[in-house]
């Protein structure tokens, strides 16, 4: 069955610095969505990617689907501790009738004011 | 607010007790989710409910049971619950469920339900 790693597992770095996580999934990526949790709280979406080479951005976040679509970046630039919180990959796999949603392991970030 | 609200935020339960977790989304999503977190694990889907139909039932322990009465309401009733059952509980609904449904695939959380079992 497809997985979902990501990696680091968690992250500690000081305001202003830029950070970069990743996703990397065992098979192709039929779109891949990018969510940040809070602690204690619910995911709220970020950004999605569909299509090999997409590059996507949201204020300071800039995510990105690689060629073969089996490995996506999330990277912050200039960080700031309003960014501190749990960040997972979600993908869509397998086919009709057989479709699943995964979610990556996810990688805690702390930013230091 | 992302749309869906989930209810209590807070529950402490002991190991006899009947409750119920509720989700209801204002969204008009066809798909409803229960999701389990756990500290230190990935995010696990429980159960899964597509236009009001089970579609998914990932081997969850019977004490767990799910109600979908309508697209924009979803319960989870908890009975005889084991302490390891202690989560974050979390809702979520899409428009759709299916492969590249691109943006329609998108999920969106409630706040959870925070479980505690004594």
């Known amino acids: 069955s497809q997985e979902l790693e990501q990696s680091p597992q968690s992250l500690i770095v000081q305001e202003g610095k830029n950070l970069t996580i990743n996703c990397t999934s065992s098979?192709?990526?039929?779109?891949l969505y990018w969510y940040k949790q809070k602690y204690g709280e619910g995911l709220i979406f970020l950004m999605m990617?569909?299509?090999?080479?997409e590059e996507k951005s949201h204020e300071k976040i800039t995510a990105k689907l690689d060629e073969k679509k089996q490995q996506s970046s999330l990277h912050i630039t200039a960080s700031q501790p309003s960014h501190a919180g749990i960040y997972l990959c979600g993908a869509g796999s397998g086919q009709s009738g057989t479709y699943k949603y995964i979610f990556g392991t996810g990688t805690r970030l702390k930013v230091l004011a | 607010e992302t749309g869906v609200t989930q209810t209590p935020r807070h529950l402490v339960m002991g190991m006899t007790n009947k409750k119920s977790l509720k989700c209801e989304q204002h969204?008009?999503?066809?798909?409803m989710y229960w999701y389990k977190q756990s500290a230190k694990k990935p995010l696990e889907l429980m159960f899964v409910?597509?236009?009001?139909?089970?579609?998914e039932n990932n081997s969850v322990p019977s004490r767990f049971s799910p109600e979908c009465p309508n697209s924009s309401h979803l319960f989870l009733h908890l009975h005889t619950l084991q302490p390891e059952d202690s989560a974050l509980y979390l809702c979520?609904?899409?428009?759709?469920?299916?492969?590249?449904?691109?943006?329609?695939?998108?999920?969106?959380f409630g706040a959870g339900t925070r479980l505690s079992v004594l």
């Open positions: 979520a609904s899409s428009q759709v469920r299916g492969l590249n449904q691109g943006a329609k695939n998108i999920q969106y």
């Open positions: 098979k192709t990526l039929y779109g």
């Open positions: 969204l008009g999503h066809n798909a």
């Open positions: 990617l569909q299509k090999g080479g």
């Open positions: 409910y597509n236009f009001k139909e089970q579609t």
